[in-house]
Structures are given as C-alpha cells and as structure tokens.
C-alpha cells in the first residue's frame, strides 16, 4: 500500500496508476497490467458514480430489435398498399410514437403487429388515401375486433383525429379488385374499369342518400353497387341471370353475405325512383328496373324530389280521406334538403330535361327544400299501437322499417320505494331445503366421482 | 339500517339487530347537509308515532304521486331523484294531507330538466333500462356453502370467483363475492336496485351468515330513448369531431362522449339514443337535454 512502490515486480516498469475501479483502490501496472497493490475493499456503496460497471463495460445501446422489425413491417405494408412516401413515414413515426408508449410497450408480438397496420391506417386516412379496416385486417390476418381495439386505443394515445371513412373514396381501390375487365373474362361479359367505377360510385351515392350506408358496413354495399352496376351497363339476359354468387367467381372475389340484402335495399330504391321516371308506361319490379338504371342514376335528383312529392301528396290525400286534420305544410315530409342542397343547379336543369322529354307533369317548379325528413308527426299516432314512422315515410333506414322483434317488456313493478317489506316466504322460495341441499351435494359428489373415472 | 344511497349518510355502518331488516325507523339527524336530497326530518322518540308517521308519510306520497308531475313527461313516470323514501314531511310535526313546504321527491334537487323553457323541451324522456349497484354485506362469505343452499345460485369457482344469484321480483342479478361485496344489476330504478340488493342480503342472511347492509352505492344507470327521426352519423362525426366516434366497420353507431355531463350516448341512424355512465338520474335527463338540440338542428342543416 505504500506510495513508494514504483516498479511493477512482473514486467519491471514504472508506470503504475491509481485504478479506482469497482469500489477497490488499486495500484496498476500499466503495461503489463498486474496488480503492484490494492487496497481495503470498501463496504459502503458510493452510488452509480462514473465508475460504475454497467457504464465502463457497456457498448452503444442498440435500438430495440423487434421496434426494427415492427417498422420493417410498416414498411412493407405500405409498400403492398402502394401507398406514397409521406404515409410511409408518417406511418413509420407513429408506429415509434405508439410502440414505446406504455400501453403498448409490453404487448404481445402479435398485437404489435396489428398496431403496424393501424398507424398505416391511420396515416393513410390523415393524407386522404382510402383503405378500410378490412384490408387491413385482411394484410395482417388477424381479427377486424381486435384490428379495430388497438386502433381506438392507439388512436386515443397518440391524441390523433383522423377523418371519418368515406365510402367513395374507397370505392375505386375496392372496383380495382374486380377481375372482369376484357383480359380476365369473355367480351359479353366484361366491363371496362372505369365505367364500372363511376356507375357503382353514382349508386352508393344514391344509397347513401336513401339511407342504406349509414351505419352498415361499407365493403358489402361497395359489392352490391358493383355489382349491380356491371347488370346494369349491358343489362341482356345472360347478366341478369348471374347471381352474385357466379359473378364473385368470375371477378374472383370472395363474395359477402349481406351484399344479397343491400342488392335487394338498392333495388327496392332504384324501383321507388324508377316509378316517377315521366316516359315508362310499365310497372317498375326489381326484375325489369336493371334496364331504367342508366336513366335513373343520369336524373337521380329529380327523380328523388318528384318521388318525395308524390308520396307527400299521397299521405295527405290519405289523410283528408281519412278525414283528420290536414297537414300543416312544414310537417310535410321532404327528404330534399339532404341531397338537393349540394347540387341545387343540377336539379332544375335535370327537371327540364325530364319535363322536355315526356309530357309535363302538373307538379313543376321550385319547391323550397323543407327540412323534416321524417313523415307526418301528428297523423296516425293515436291510431296505430305502435306507430312505425318508418314506414310512414318514403326512405327510412332499413332497421326502422322493417324492425327486430323486441322481447315484450313486463309490466314493471312502479312505485317501488326500495324499502318495503320483504315477506319471509319470498326469501324462502330462494333457499334449498335440507334434503333438497343433501340430494345436491349428494348429485354433485356422483357427477364428480364418475368424471374421474 | 335502511339508509339512502347518497354516501354522505353517516349511518351506514348501522345495522338494525339480527332478524329485523324490515325497514324500521328511519332515523334522520339534524347534522345532515342539506341539499343532499335528503329533508332533515325531526329525530322521533316515539315508536308508535313512528309507525304512524310512516303511514302518513306513505298516503301523503301517494297523493302526491298523483297530483304533481314534472312537466314534460310523457310517461307518467316522474322522474324521481336518488330515493322515494319517505322525505316528505315539513319540520313540524306532520299533519295528513299537508303538502310540505319543500323537499317532496318530486322537487328536483338538482336540475333535473335543463333551465330551458319549457317549449325547448324535447318531450321525451329517456326510460332507465338498466342500474348497477354494489352493495358490502360486511362479512366474509363461503360461496360453496352458498351454491349448496341457495336454489337460484351458480358457482363455477374456475370460471368466475363470485357466486351469480337471481332473484324474479324485481327481476336483478347479483354477483356476491367471497370478501363480502355483492353487485347487483338488471333493475329499472334506483329504488328496485336498492329494493334487490336487499333482498339478496336477506338471502345470504338467512344462509346463516351475519350479512350487513353497508354503503349501498349506484355505480351505473343506463337508459335509452328515440328521437323518431334519422339521423346522419357521418355529418354528425363531421361537426362534433371532438366528441364523436363513428366506425362503421367496427360498430354500427356513433359513440358521443359527452362532457358535461359526463355520459357517453350511443347513437344510431334509426335515431335511438342509448345513454350510459351516469351516477344519477339527472344526468341522463341533462344529457339527453343536451344532445336532441344538436340532433334535431342537425337533422334540418343538413
């Protein structure tokens, strides 16, 4: 322990330094290393000063390898979904936001997975790039509920407000899929892209206005509107013999169950407006309104304002014959506000072409877009059990018009102070009697003794 | 033992002796803060003034029940506050027939309909459709014991560690745990909630355990109404971005959450309104008062 030590007894040389290293003073030899002396080994922990182990004998701390592979992973979803670079790095910079983020940190690796696919989501949703969650759940092959969990929370965490989904915008990506352009199937059956598109976008537009999109899923309605807009370009026998089923074959498409129950809503929407179309002498059915498709779609809005009329001056007719009070005009139903308030030009133009191509109607002109999409309000309320206003009006949502049966309500016990008496017999019927308890436990103690053996 | 279910009740640790839950003397002390729903009603050292007071008390609410209504209620279903229980009755002694001067349980407490005028109103009120409470027996319970005596109890210890009971009038579950704690859920007020938990406790009482009827407490009440117009989730999700939710994909409403107050509304296209969160009746009311101005403008801008 002496100072004065200044040769090293191994290799003979003078340089020897104070070494304070791992809580033990000692003497070294620098160029052969040994040890000339040391001291007492402390007993009193001196704290994670500089000359702690971790920090001496650590290396450059890498980033962490499955935060690497997550992002690998952004990467190559965004490169299947062909998306831009902006998503590919918004993407890339969420994912490293979320993923070191407490909620998600010590998640499985799967989950992380899906919380890949929900920030491409979300990245493309922000930079107006459409895909929907079932693609997404699609590339991941993981569960839409589980897909649609991470992407609340991450949504939630990340304090993110991304805009709703649009189903036109997704609707040209989704008619990308179909493979019925000339090269996949024979000419009388195919389509080109681009016409499909458009019509199939006019029909949900349509069906958005009518009340069939809202709430629903979007990828059955996109289905049903291609669907039906492929009849409808070339509406010969052959096509409109194809059932959805044969024609996802053809188009190679997996095909979904509710798109039957949208093509039956669309066609049922596509009569009520094929009605009012001024030149067709015949009754308008699903089976021969494919043909009147193109016109409809081409007159939609007056079609829509002529069809709302009608079913306004029937409910009044019906009402004065029934001879209650006449409707006050506001009450009147008109569903013309929501879908004639964007195009408020195109209506009147598309009035004096249907006027000019059959002979005037008596109902003409501006009629000022009323507001109350609903039926009558006052009418057969006191009449009917219970009132449907769903079927009182001309477009309702479908789960209002033709509702779920309810389980019937009891009769509630009213009035009820919460401390009434409670009758000893009530409670009585609650508990077992002594035999009934022994039989139980005898019952039990069989099942369990002969599910052993 | 009988007490409201507002927390700041001093007695709830008060138990009535074994045998005797029917509800006894309601005890009230002056020391209760006013403004908590409760009327401070005058210590009675009489039992059998007791008794006839609660006869009085009980004809006096029937009256009212019959006479006196919110305004704006369409049911017939006066939106009563926390409790029914006897609050009626002025400070002095309480002559049949006379309308107290304040605190009937009709009275809002609390702003019960929103301080709009009452043409503003929306008319509808949202019908309570589910309440959960818990309740603490205040003892330790041995659930096997229970599943053996009980006829209208499940017990899978290794799925769920609670025994489920049922029971048929009013129609509730309870799940009663091993330290003692029970929820119940399924009822349609408060007072049937209450009315349930307590029999319930009378159940597990008469199993021979020393069951208590401890901090009573609403944790949730859900109700729903419909507006009887449709409306549009995506334009609505457009304008109330904030506080809206709508993911078609994942569920078929837009999900609202509300602030003030704090409520979450399920809203659906068919214009059914499903609120949720509240820890009080007014709260469903307000928010629903809140929410049909924002549907109905709504429904004409668009």
Not at chain 1, 98 to 115: D, G, N, P, T, W
Not at chain 1, 130 to 143: E, K
Not at chain 2, 74 to 95: D, E
Not at chain 2, 266 to 277: A, E, M, N, P, Y
Request: proline share 7%.
């Amino acid at each position: 322990m002496s100072a004065s030590v200044t040769r090293c007894p191994g290799c003979g040389s003078s340089n020897i330094v104070d070494d304070d290293l791992y809580c033990q003073a000692q003497r070294v030899c620098v160029d052969c290393g040994s040890v000339v002396s040391e001291g007492v080994l402390t007993d009193d922990w001196t704290g994670d000063t500089e000359i702690s182990y971790s920090r001496t004998t650590a290396v450059a701390r890498k980033p962490c390898l499955n935060l690497i592979k997550g992002l690998q992973r952004v990467k190559a979803i965004c490169r299947i979904l062909r998306v831009n670079n902006e998503i590919e790095n918004h993407s890339q910079a969420y994912y490293t936001q979320a993923y070191q983020h407490e909620a998600f940190i010590r998640v499985s690796l799967q989950k992380k997975e899906v919380l890949a696919g929900c920030c491409v989501l979300v990245s493309c949703r922000l930079l107006n790039w459409p895909v929907t969650m079932g693609t997404i759940s699609c590339l991941l092959d993981a569960d839409p509920v589980v897909v649609g969990a991470v992407y609340q929370e991450m949504i939630k965490i990340l304090n993110i407000k991304a805009p709703v989904f649009i189903i036109n915008d997704v609707m040209e990506a989704h008619s990308q899929e179909y493979k019925i352009s000339s090269l996949h199937v024979p000419e009388e059956l195919a389509e080109n892209s681009r016409d499909l598109t458009k019509r199939a976008v006019a029909l949900v537009e349509l069906a958005a206005d009518t009340w069939i999109v809202t709430g629903r899923h979007p990828t059955p309605i996109m289905m049903a509107s291609i669907y039906l807009s492929w009849q409808s370009l070339k509406p010969n026998k052959h096509r409109l013999k194809l059932t959805l089923d044969k024609f996802c074959q053809m188009a190679k498409v997996n095909k979904l169950k509710p798109a039957m129950k949208r093509i039956a809503e669309m066609k049922e929407v596509l009569c009520k407006l094929g009605r009012e179309i001024p030149w067709v002498r015949e009754a308008v059915t699903p089976d021969n309104v494919m043909q009147q498709v193109e016109d409809i779609l081409n007159y939609r809005f007056a079609l829509l304002r002529r069809a709302l009329r009608t079913h306004e001056e029937t409910l009044q007719a019906e009402s004065e014959a029934s001879g209650e009070d006449s409707l006050p005009e506001e009450a009147a139903s008109s569903q013309v506000a929501e879908h004639g308030e964007q195009n408020s030009n195109a209506p009147t133009a598309e009035e004096y072409e249907l006027n000019a191509e059959s002979a005037q109607r008596p109902r003409d002109g501006n009629d000022d877009p009323h507001t109350e999409p609903e039926g009558n309000t006052g009418g057969g309320e006191s009449q009917a059990p219970a009132p449907n206003w769903g079927k009182r009006v001309l477009f309702a949502p479908p789960c209002v018009v033709h509702p779920k049966r309810r389980r019937v309500e009891r009769p509630e016990c009213k009035d009820v102070t919460g401390d009434e008496d409670i009758s000893d017999s009530e409670i009585d019927s609650y508990i077992r009697t002594p035999r009934e308890a022994r039989e139980f436990a005898q019952t039990q103690k069989m099942l369990s003794e002969s599910e052993k053996t | 033992m009988d007490q409201n279910n507002s927390s700041a009740s001093p007695f709830q640790g008060l138990s009535s002796p074994q045998g005797a839950m029917t509800p006894g003397m309601p005890i009230f002390s002056p020391m209760m803060p006013y403004g908590s729903g409760l009327t401070p009603q005058p210590v009675v050292a009489n039992s059998l003034s007791i008794l006839e007071e609660q006869q009085r008390q009980q004809q006096q609410q029937q009256a009212q029940q019959a006479n006196a209504g919110l305004p704006g209620t369409s049911s017939g279903l006066t939106p009563q506050l926390y409790h029914s229980q006897t609050v009626a009755g002025s400070t002095t002694t309480a002559l049949p027939g006379n309308t107290p001067l304040y605190n009937t349980p009709l009275t809002p407490m609390t702003p019960v309909t929103p301080s709009t005028p009452a043409s503003e109103s929306s008319g509808i009120v949202p019908q309570l459709q589910n309440i959960v409470s818990t309740v603490n027996l205040g003892c330790k319970l041995d659930l096997k014991t229970i599943a053996l005596r009980a006829r209208n109890a499940e017990y899978n210890p290794k799925r769920f560690a609670a025994v489920i009971m049922r029971i048929r009038e009013p129609r509730t579950t309870a799940l009663i745990f091993s330290s003692g704690k029970m929820v119940c859920t399924g009822a349609k007020s408060e007072e049937q909630s209450r009315l349930a938990a307590r029999k319930y406790a009378r159940v597990v009482q008469k199993l021979g355990f020393p069951a208590k009827f401890l901090d009573f407490k609403i944790q949730n009440m859900v109700g729903s109404c419909d507006v009887k117009f449709p409306i549009r989730l995506e334009g609505l999700v457009l304008t109330h971005q904030q506080f809206s939710s709508y993911e078609p994909e994942l569920f078929p409403g837009l999900i609202y959450r509300m602030i003030k107050p704090r409520i979450v509304l399920l809203i659906f296209v068919s214009g059914k309104v499903v609120l949720t969160g509240a820890k009080v009746r007014g709260e469903i009311y307000e928010a629903f008062e809140n929410i049909y101005p924002i549907l109905k403008g709504f429904r004409k801008t668009t």
